[in-house]
């Protein structure tokens, strides 16, 4: 179950980018998780939920964005976001795609409350 390295990973970035605030609180986390990254959500949320105890994030909440695949024609260039893996391109209808998008984890927010001194 590699989510529990990318939870200990998350929390890592998370503490980082708290530090330099005192007395800070991290309050909520948005992470974008690729439908090809190999990432559980389901999983991933369980182990955020394990590995917060004790942390700066306890009481946070993790929103998981599932991001879509997202092609490339090569016939014209253009480019389209899609559920199923198997697609055409929105603007010609070719079935030469390449996948470009889709495999990625990304922290996209992180949300901190600093209470005042």
């Known amino acids: ?31 974008r998780v690729g439908r090809l990254s190999g990432v559980v959500p389901e999983l991933l ?4 939920d394990a590995y917060k105890k004790g942390t700066l994030a306890e009481g946070a909440r993790l929103e998981i964005v599932v991001a879509p695949f997202d092609f490339r024609c090569r016939g014209c260039g253009g480019t389209s976001f899609r559920e199923d893996p198997a697609a055409a391109c929105a603007a010609c209808g070719s079935k030469d795609v390449e996948l470009v998008g889709g495999m990625d984890l990304v922290v996209e927010k992180i949300e901190v409350e600093v209470e005042d001194s």
């Open 1 to 31: 179950m590699h989510e529990l390295s990318l939870a200990a990973s998350l929390f890592e970035i998370l503490e980082e980018n708290a530090r330099g605030y005192k007395d800070a609180r991290i309050t909520a986390v948005t992470l």
């Open 45 to 48: 949320r369980s182990a955020f």
